[in-house]
Structure formats: C-alpha cells, structure tokens
C-alpha cells in the first residue's frame, strides 16, 4: 500500500531552517517522483519543488534561493530544507507522489 | 510562469444538482504529446488531498464516474453530476505543462 508521512518541528523560529522528512512506502523512489507543496493557513496551494526517480530536482523559482530537496533511497525518505524562514512560510506542508497521491501534511509555524 | 485563474470563489447547489467549475489558464497546456498538462484536486477537512482529474479529462483510479474533466487550450471545466453531499469540498486545477507548476486559487463548493 502506498503511504506518504511528513514529519518535522511544529514550530520554527523566524530565520532559522526549515528540515522536513516525507517517508514514503510501497513505491521505489529510484522510479517515482516527489514533490512538495504547502498551504498556508486558509489559503491556496503551492508547489514548491519535486525530486525525480533519476534524482534530478526542480524548484519554484520563488522558492528556489531558499529552498533544497534530497532523498536517502535507502531509507525511503525525502527531504525538504528551507531557510531564513519567515511568519509568512507558516503553512501545512504536504509531499506528494507524482502531485496524485498525499500525504496527510505536517504544520509548520513560523514564530518567536 | 502560467496562471492558472478559477474565477468563482464559491459555488452554492443543492445535492442531486450538475455543476461545472472552471479553469483558464493564460497560456495552452497543450504538449507535444497530444496531452493537456491540467489536473484536478478535491480538498476535504481532515481528509488527504485526493487527485480527481488528470490530463484534463482522465479520472484516477477510483473517482467515481460522477467527476467528468473537459477541455483543452486555455479553458478547462470540472464537472460533478448528481452532486453528493460528499461532494462540498474545495476544488484546484493545477498545471504540469512548466515550471513552476501552478495551481487555481480554488473554487469552494457550498451548500444551497
């Protein structure tokens, strides 16, 4: 069964990083892609970057100065990190297999 | 990058009605490859982002057949038969056709 979990703190401080964890079963990620996408709170949603099965990865250009994905094959995992933060990052944070299947979402606050 | 605009916010029916929501997108999403780039997504409180539609018309597995994607170009249209109560929920499209993808704002389906 395929399943996605995000995980990571709830609550980060204005201008630290951002380290979010997508652990993935059911698929290989050597033949898929993931991607992330994140709603702030009551608002739309935005696609923030994705890593490929070859491990090639593409990024928002909004996002892009700030932002990296990788993935540990091994572990079944991807990563998200995220710089200088601020209260406007404050969102649910969602990774996604392929942009159809979903994970559940981890919320992310951006506060002193 | 392609912007995609959902015009109505809201949508208010009662249950057993048809309704149609839109997306057009400011530029084709078209490839070469005879396909159109557009996808559709339901949001749910408390449930997981589901993927309805992709390539414009094509339901993902388990979408009932209620949920019919049309279009192609610049306008694309989601629409639901006989809608369930189910069914009121927050809509997306997004396109895939360049990067950034980008979604719709979202169209809010609500009770009449």
């Known amino acids: 069964q395929v399943q996605l979990k995000e995980s990571g703190p709830g609550l980060v401080q204005p201008s630290q990083t951002l380290s979010l964890t997508c652990t993935v079963s059911g698929f290989s990620l050597t033949s898929n892609s993931v991607h992330w996408v994140r709603q702030p709170p009551g608002k739309g949603l935005e696609w923030m970057g994705g890593i490929w099965g070859d491990g090639s990865t593409d990024y928002n250009s909004a996002l892009k100065s700030r932002l990296s994905i990788s993935r540990d094959t091994s572990k079944s995992q991807v990563f998200l990190k995220m710089n200088s933060l601020q209260t406007d990052d404050t969102a649910i944070y969602f990774c996604t297999l392929h942009l159809i299947l979903w994970g559940q979402g981890v919320m992310v606050t951006v506060s002193s | 990058q392609i912007m995609l605009t959902q015009q109505a916010e809201s949508l208010w029916i009662s249950p057993g009605e048809r309704v149609s929501i839109t997306c057009r997108a400011s530029q084709s999403l078209l490839y070469t490859d005879g396909k159109h780039y557009l996808s559709w997504y339901q949001q749910r409180p408390g449930q997981t982002t589901k993927a309805l539609i992709y390539h414009a018309s094509v339901r993902t597995d388990g979408v009932p057949t209620r949920f019919i994607g049309s279009g192609s170009g610049t306008e694309f249209t989601l629409s639901i038969e006989h809608v369930q109560p189910e069914d009121f929920a927050i809509y997306y499209c997004?396109?895939?056709?360049?990067?950034?993808?980008?979604f719709g704002a979202g169209t809010k389906l609500e009770l009449k």
């Open positions: 997004l396109q895939t056709l360049k990067s950034p993808y980008t």
